[in-house]
């Protein structure tokens, strides 16, 4: 066995080796749950923990269940490496065992009770007894080490065999290896992992491992295009029947209440008759969401205390449609005796399967969607893919090195009838993919080559070439290797597993021979090594944050050979205009990308589509006639591997920490130089208005008395000059300017007035118009800080204004304190709508009528000005729980914002001001919720 001399370990290697020893100690739970994701070096990680325990008992007996073939035989190769005796023999001889999920969850079909009344048997009885006696053996062994490679997979598949494996192996060491962020568990899958794990013990993430300089800076790139002419003429033609209901809504009598009456009187007549907009919205989100995108494409009225969001400035999905007329339907149509009302429920009925749902006796129901297979597994993906790779070798030339990720090798034997002559059978598969490949003279001089779990496909000669390649290697296996001929894909099989092939594929394309690989994603989407893949094109439907991490990790693996490599990461989406789902593609590439962190064009981390581009929305697509324009800007963008690197700075420093900010856009931007971002401090005001008048901490303008003999020709044009720094400097110029022929006692008493009216009309102004958004920011920081809700406050509040205008806010303190503040200055800043306290501000002091002649004057004049107005403004659901989290608010309003009142809703000077206010927007703004990397 040959010992390699291992490369030193990497920060994140020690740090969760340190985490694991400490979990490892723990006498009656030595369990821990590790996250690093892919190419972060989780399989050094445990043969380091295996040999450790090893070198202290060498009768220790490590068991490594991995998800498949080919990460098992990574693990005994790397194992064996490292110099522990490592195999795959269910007999547990060696010091490490890796063997597959599948080879101990072998299912006898016999086991399980046919009887309704029978209990369930536990999950190990119903093992086929092979799987039973290798979890007997497992459980004998007196000391065990079991660790779970991306033990997601048992969590999906196996949780409850997990579970009784590791009651039964109570004392073992166990170690949990995953690159499954923990926030995308939900549901049985986190209390599961919650019980059997207990916290994380050790993370981090992927922007974090490529600062580090242990993962390639990488890019997120999508290639927008729309379907084929046969399958747009489909999607038009299905579209129709949809498109004729939509416009029947409008037709007087169509039901005995019409459609859009029947939203009216659901979303807009109760509010705030009957409710409140906030109420309502909270008691039921989709529809409201869906109601005021109705009301953004003017076909409803705005409620009243609603505000559209990022997400309602978009004409209504069919979604949206769908839910709205399910409402109308369950609660009014199909309760009406009518027979006007009966047509109604048959026309619509007939109309939506052709948005993929269907009408049922308890309301709608999503059904299958032939419109979303079409989209899906358009022809036009494979030529896209063309594209981009022909794009590729263009920039990086012999570099380049190509993964094509597909959802299967075949795609289904069965298709709709609905689909005669628009899509066959391989639509969307592997196979189809590569014979565009292999046709397109863009890429077929790449020698592109298919690899699956039961076939290696490529064009003839490239086959050839393989079994020379693989003669090289193992002389024996070549020679019974075969080549079956084909145009343009030809084969090679006979006398290989998928275990062996995979290697010498894998090989086959680090060489050279081939820069393009199409795969599986469940081959080679995870656990798959290539550290020379440049580039991968995403064509799965795939949407999992589980399945969006490890399909990008196959690129971003740093390549020794290839210090400055950078990665780009291509997702192909086909969206259609002619149908209203034309944008299910869209949606995919939303959820690929929410909790997943790129870099955006000003350098900040950030999940979302965003950061594939600022344009994009998550809740549209743009239009198909922007699409060149943007496939042009994601080619320029990929081919500059330069910029991508350098703005990922790696090796500055970083906290680990993803932080959720507000990014606001105000009605009126603040105006700001182009390509220069502007950091934002607070400011408390100097000024306070209230019912006993105006004060000010702003001294009084210099309105000194001076001698005319002292006022020689210099003396005012000096004074003159300087003028350009103050308006009160300037008053004063003016008046030396004029002493020569007027007299210095009348000009000077009249310029000594006007300074101080100027400056008392001055200071009046400030309390007119919408307080600064850093400053109520300031206000919700403090607020929060004080009422024991966060552990910072102002003072690590980050204020930055983009070119534009956009303000983006963020409270630079733990994820959590992030996430309240940024939920609370949303709310602070928006219309009032039902909140249980509100705030409020004096506005608008009124102006002395008469001049100011004396400094004391100017003072007094300050303190008789009243306000005329008080505007008002919600005070954060967290903070307006009860009084006294609204007073500390309250106190902190008054030192960043200015002095106001406190009125709770539920009495009745409250509700008054309430209802007269609701609806009421002050800074009219657009906020969007982003969670920022850093």
Same mark, same amino acid.
């Given at each position: 066995m040959t010992v390699i001399?291992? *490369?030193?370990?990497? =920060?994140?290697?020690?740090?969760?080796?340190?985490?694991?020893?400490?979990?490892?100690?723990?006498?009656?739970? *030595?369990?821990?749950? =590790?996250?690093?994701?892919?190419?972060?070096g989780k399989t050094r990680v445990g043969i380091e923990a295996v040999a450790a325990e090893v070198r202290e008992h060498p009768a220790t007996r490590a068991v490594v269940l991995a998800p498949n073939t080919a990460i098992q035989s990574q693990w005994i190769a790397e194992a064996r490496a490292h110099g522990?005796?490592?195999?795959?023999?269910?007999e547990l001889t060696s010091s490490l065992t890796c063997l597959t999920y599948q080879s101990l969850a072998v299912f006898d079909a016999e086991a399980a009770g046919d009887e309704d009344d029978e209990p369930e048997p536990s999950v190990v009885d119903r093992l086929h007894p092979n799987g039973v006696a290798l979890f007997e053996r497992i459980r004998a062994q007196q000391r065990l080490v079991l660790v779970l490679d991306e033990c997601h997979h048992l969590l999906e598949v196996w949780g409850r065999l997990l579970a009784e494996l590791l009651e039964a192996v109570e004392r073992a060491h166990v170690l949990a290896l995953t690159a499954t962020p923990p926030e995308s568990?939900?549901?049985?899958?986190?209390?599961?992992?919650?019980r059997l794990f207990g916290t994380i013990r050790y993370r981090v993430s992927v922007p974090a491992v490529v600062k580090e300089g242990h993962l390639a800076p990488f890019d997120e790139l999508v290639w927008l295009t729309t379907p084929t002419p046969t399958e747009e003429d489909w999607l038009t033609s299905e579209a129709v029947r949809f498109t004729e209901l939509t416009t029947l809504l409008t037709t007087p009598g169509f039901g005995t209440v019409g459609f859009y009456a029947w939203l009216t009187a659901r979303f807009v007549e109760p509010v705030p008759a009957t409710t409140t907009w906030a109420a309502l919205a909270e008691r039921e989100p989709e529809l409201c969401d869906a109601a005021l995108r109705m009301h953004h494409a003017g076909l409803l009225d705005l409620p009243a205390g609603a505000r559209l969001r990022e997400e309602h400035r978009h004409a209504p999905t069919a979604d949206d449609w769908v839910r709205l007329l399910g409402d109308w339907l369950l609660h009014h149509v199909a309760e009406s005796d009518d027979p006007a009302d009966a047509d109604v429920l048959a026309t619509v009925k007939a109309a939506l399967p052709s948005v993929g749902y269907q009408w049922t006796r308890r309301g709608v129901r999503r059904g299958r969607s032939t419109v979303d297979r079409v989209l899906a597994r358009s022809y036009a993906k494979p030529d896209a893919a063309a594209q981009i790779i022909a794009a590729e070798h263009a920039a990086l030339g012999d570099r380049a090195r190509v993964l094509v990720l597909c959802d299967h090798e075949?795609?289904?034997a069965t298709v709709p009838v609905t689909l005669d002559g628009v899509q066959d059978a391989e639509a969307g598969s592997a196979l189809a993919a590569l014979e565009v490949l292999l046709t397109d003279p863009g890429t077929a001089a790449l020698r592109p080559m298919l690899v699956t779990g039961s076939v290696v496909a490529a064009a003839g000669s490239t086959l050839e070439d393989l079994v020379s390649f693989v003669a090289s290697r193992d002389p024996g296996l070549a020679a019974r290797l075969t080549v079956q001929a084909g145009s343009p894909v030809a084969t090679c099989s006979t006398g290989w597993t998928s275990r062996t092939w995979v290697a010498h594929v894998t090989a086959y394309l680090e060489a050279g021979r081939t820069q393009v690989l199409v795969g599986t994603r469940g081959l080679l989407g995870e656990g798959w090594n290539a550290r020379?893949?440049?580039?991968?094109?995403?064509?799965?439907?795939?949407?999992?944050?589980?399945?969006v991490v490890q399909t990008r990790g196959r690129a971003l693996r740093t390549d020794p050979t290839w210090p400055d490599k950078v990665a780009t990461n291509w997702t192909v989406v086909c969206v259609s205009e002619a149908h209203p789902k034309g944008d299910n593609d869209w949606s995919r590439l939303v959820r690929k990308h929410e909790g997943f962190h790129g870099i955006d064009a000003d350098g900040d981390i950030v999940d979302g589509v965003a950061h594939i581009d600022a344009s994009f929305s998550p809740f549209a697509p743009p239009p198909v006639a922007s699409f060149d324009a943007l496939n042009a800007r994601m080619l320029l963008a990929a081919a500059d591997r330069d910029a991508i690197r350098e703005a990922w700075r790696v090796g500055e420093p970083y906290e680990d920490v993803t932080l959720a900010s507000l990014r606001v856009r105000p009605a009126v931007p603040r105006v700001v130089p182009v390509d220069e971002v502007v950091t934002v401090v607070p400011v408390a005001p100097t000024w306070r208005l209230g019912p006993d008048g105006l004060t000010t901490e702003a001294p009084l303008p210099d309105t000194t008395w001076r001698s005319p003999v002292t006022l020689a020709a210099g003396t005012i044009g000096a004074s003159a000059a300087a003028a350009a720094a103050s308006p009160w400097t300037l008053a004063i110029a003016g008046g030396l300017g004029a002493l020569a022929t007027l007299g210095q006692a009348v000009v000077t008493q009249r310029v000594h007035t006007d300074v101080l009216t100027d400056w008392v009309h001055a200071q009046v102004a400030l309390t007119s118009g919408t307080p600064a958004l850093e400053s109520v920011a300031a206000a919700v920081a403090d607020g929060l800080l004080a009422a024991g809700l966060t552990t910072a406050g102002a003072s690590a509040l980050a204020v930055d204004v983009h070119p534009g205008g956009e303000y983006r806010f963020r409270l630079a303190a733990t994820e959590d304190d992030a996430e309240v503040f940024a939920t609370a200055f949303d709310e602070a800043i928006g219309p009032v709508g039902a909140p249980r306290y509100v705030v409020s501000r004096y506005t608008g002091a009124s102006a002395p009528g008469r001049p100011v002649r004396t400094r004391r004057g100017a003072r007094a004049a300050l303190r008789a000005a009243r306000p005329t107005g008080e505007a008002w403004h919600p005070v954060p659901t967290v903070l307006g729980r009860n009084a006294t989290l609204a007073g500390h608010y309250l106190a902190a309003w008054?030192?960043?914002?200015?002095?106001?009142?406190?009125?709770?809703?539920?009495?009745?000077?409250?509700?008054?001001?309430?209802?007269?206010?609701?609806?009421?927007?002050p800074f009219a703004a657009t906020t969007v919720m982003r969670r920022t990397w850093s």
């Open positions: 001399s291992p *490369p030193p370990l990497r =920060v994140h290697q020690r740090e969760a080796l340190d985490a694991l020893a400490s979990a490892w100690r723990d006498a009656d739970h *030595p369990r821990a749950w =590790v996250v690093l994701p892919p190419g972060a522990l005796d490592a195999s795959d023999d269910k568990l939900v549901g049985e899958q986190r209390e599961l992992v919650d075949r795609a289904s020379g893949v440049s580039t991968l094109v995403d064509l799965t439907t795939a949407t999992t944050l589980t399945a008054r030192t960043w914002v200015g002095d106001g009142r406190l009125l709770a809703s539920a009495r009745p000077d409250g509700a008054g001001v309430v209802a007269a206010v609701s609806g009421e927007d």
